[in-house]
Nanobody, 116 residues
Framework: QVQLVESGGGLVQAGGSLTLSCTVS????????MGWFRRAPGKEREFVAR????????SYGDSVKGRFTISRDSAKNTVNLQMNSLKAEDTAVYYC?????????WGPGTQVTVSS
C-alpha cells in the first residue's frame, strides 16, 4: 500500500510563495494519478491539483489555476506543489493523495497559513 507524507507548509505573507512536497513510499504504477487537496477551517475538502504519474498531465482547481503548479519527480518518488501569489483564502491544511485508480487513505497533511 502506498504511504504519503506531506511537508513544506508554514506561515507566509500574502503574495508570497511556498512549495509543498509529498514523499511517496511504495510502488507507484504508470496508471496512477496523484493529487493535492486542501481543507480550510469550517469548509469541505477541496480539490487543488492533480498529475498523472506516467506523463505528467496536469489539471487544477479554478481557485488556484495560474498560481499553483503541480509536478512529480519519479526518481525521488515525490509530488510537489509550487504555490505562488498566495492569498489569505489559500490558508488550509494541504493533503496529497492517490486520486486514481482508487482514492487512498488521508494523511495528516501540512498546514499553510497566509497572513494578509
Amino acid at each position: 500500500q502506498v504511504q504519503l507524507v506531506e511537508s513544506g507548509g508554514g506561515l507566509v505573507q500574502a503574495g508570497g510563495s511556498l512549495t509543498l512536497s509529498c514523499t511517496v513510499s511504495g510502488m507507484l504504477f504508470s496508471n496512477y494519478i496523484m493529487g493535492w487537496f486542501r481543507r480550510a477551517p469550517g469548509k469541505e475538502r477541496e480539490f487543488v491539483a492533480r498529475i498523472t504519474w506516467s506523463g505528467g498531465d496536469t489539471s487544477y482547481g479554478d481557485s488556484v489555476k495560474g498560481r499553483f503548479t503541480i509536478s512529480r519527480d519519479s526518481a525521488k518518488n515525490t509530488v510537489n506543489l509550487q504555490m505562488n501569489s498566495l492569498k489569505a483564502e489559500d490558508t488550509a491544511v494541504y493533503y496529497c493523495n492517490v486520486v486514481a485508480p482508487t482514492l487512498g487513505p488521508w494523511g495528516p497533511g501540512t498546514q499553510v497559513t497566509v497572513s494578509s
